[in-house]
Structure formats: C-alpha cells, structure tokens
C-alpha cells in the first residue's frame, strides 16, 4: 500500500512539473502556453492564447481580448472589434471520481466488489484555446457588444494579470 502512495504522489509530482501555468506571455511555440498573433492586414489581426491544463474559458478569453488591446494600442489604434471568435478543447475540471460495482461466481461462492477511482489529467498541452479575428480603428468607438475600447480594457483586465 505503501508503495502504491509513493507511486501516486511521485506521478503527481512530475505531473505538476510537466504543466505550464496559464501566463500572460508569448507562446513558446505553436502549441505552447500563451498568445500568438498573425496580422492579416493593416489594423487587422488574428489573436489567439492558449491556456494550459485547467485554465478557466474566462482567463483564456480575456487574455485574448488583452494582447489585441496591446495590438491595437501599440499599433495607435483606439478601439477593436471582435469579428470573428472560436473556442477549441475543453477545460479541465479537475479530478473526477467514478465508482464501479461487480460481481462473480464461483462453482457455489459468489463475490461482489465495489470500487472507487479518481482521475486526474495528467497531459501536459494546453487544454482551452481562444482565436479571435479583430478590426482595429481610431477616432470615436461604435457602438455594439463586440467593440472595445483599447485603453480601457487593458486598464480593467490588465490589472488580472
């Protein structure tokens, strides 16, 4: 049993040494932890992040929507809008546990058995990524739900990181 402890926790050990926290940052490579940008044209980018094993869809999200305010400021633009934006993975929710009933018979002895397992992700890719397409301007934003103002949202979602 107690080997079996070692083992667990020793997996658990290079498990948490293998992820990559969810970082503001430059993604080391395509796969890796954090943003990328293309520009498509003049005052139009393509932004994505990747978040790493476990990051929450809204962390992954507005980090996004941070390096086009960072694009669109650097670039001397005022506001950006989100034209076109998709998600891809699914989160990790954590540990899940299961539970597993079985029975057998022998000649005239039966046996019932019951289990219980926890899994954990153990992968060390990132898990959520968000894309979005934005269209940057200058002078008075328009109005819409998918229009940001550059300074503004950096301000307020800058301070998260």
Known sequence: MKRLILAAAAALSLAACATEPTRYQPAAGPQGVG????????????????????????????????????????????????????????????????LGVGGATFGRHSAVGVGVGEGFNLGGGPSLSVSMEVIMGKGERPRGYDVYDARALRKTLGERI
Do not use: K, M
């Open 35 to 98: 943003y990328s940008e293309y520009r498509i044209e003049p005052g139009r980018y393509r932004v994505t992040f990747h978040g790493g094993p476990g990051a929450p869809r809204q962390q992954v999200e507005d980090y996004a929507l941070i390096r086009a305010a960072d694009l669109a400021i650097a670039d001397g633009y005022d506001w950006f809008r989100v034209a076109d934006r998709t998600v891809e993975g699914r989160p990790d929710n954590g540990p899940r546990v299961s």
